[in-house]
């Protein structure tokens, strides 16, 4: 008999355990400068007020401009061609006017981590959130910059509105290979890794992506921590190898 489905945690594409990770992570910049991350656009996190112990956790949540590949699905979908990716949360739906997914608030992230045997501080909720959604936002401008200009299907990819995420993962112990390769020169390690599937229109397939999520420091500026994300296409399809090789080459 299957087991009954977890309690509604998130729909977006962020696990427990990459939050809890995240969160560590600010936590661990704020205290030491580490060494240069991978050369992308830094996205800076916004300061939050310092908040009350007794402050009640938020329930509203926001919708992302993510869109969901097919919007009616409320189960875990994994990609065809394997078992994974997949959503590792369980889904709650996509928003009903704009078929996006939807963030977790507060109570959910701090519930969701809960569940699985973290010990949250209710307080930090009001930093991991906005993070949570502004490294999100800025992984899928990237992914939709990269199909602009490189997808092969770029123009008959417009006429349904353009891309949309099917299924993701997370799987921060797992390295890409591009991230190993740079550990080995000695360059930093992200601390985080997604792999994104992304569907493009109807007859033009899907091609996967991987994210690796790199930590910086506050500058001194007011402008607060930053997070370093190293989109682009995975090497497993023919698809991805000539997007890489587009991009490397200026086409």
């Known amino acids: 008999m299957a087991n009954p489905p977890e309690e509604p945690s998130a729909t977006c594409p962020i696990d427990p355990t990459a939050r809890a990770a995240w969160l560590e992570k600010a936590k661990q910049a704020r205290q030491s400068s580490p060494s240069e991350p991978a050369p992308q656009t830094p996205i800076p996190i916004p300061q939050q007020p310092r908040l009350r112990k007794t402050r009640p956790l938020a329930s509203d949540r926001e919708v992302s401009t993510i869109p969901r590949a097919d919007p009616t699905i409320s189960t875990i979908t994994p990609n065809p061609s394997s078992s ?3 959503n590792n949360e369980q889904e709650t739906g996509a928003d009903v006017k704009s078929g996006n997914w939807i963030y977790p ?3 959910m992230f701090f519930e969701a981590m809960k569940r699985k045997n973290y010990d ?3 307080t930090d909720m009001a930093t ?3 993070i949570h959604n502004a490294v999100n936002e800025k992984a899928w401008a990237e992914i939709k910059e990269w199909e602009r200009r490189f997808a092969w299907s770029r123009e008959e990819n417009q ?3 353009g891309p949309r995420l099917h ?3 997370g799987d921060s112990k797992n390295l890409s290979p ?3 390769w740079n550990s080995l020169l000695g360059y930093q390690t ?3 890794r997604h792999d994104w599937v992304v569907e493009r229109c109807p007859g033009e397939g899907r091609v996967e992506y991987v994210i690796d999520f790199y930590a910086g420091k506050d500058d001194g500026k007011g402008r607060g921590l930053s997070f370093y994300l190293d989109v682009r296409p995975k090497l497993n399809s023919w698809e991805g190898w000539r997007m890489r090789m587009a991009r490397m080459v200026g086409l």
């Open 120 to 122: 949250p501080v209710a």
């Open 190 to 192: 992200p601390f985080d």
């Open 159 to 161: 006429r349904c509105g």
């Open 105 to 107: 608030s507060e109570r």
């Open 128 to 130: 991991i959130v906005p």
């Open 178 to 180: 591009r991230a190993r």
């Open 84 to 86: 994974k990716p997949a």
């Open 167 to 169: 299924s993701f993962s």
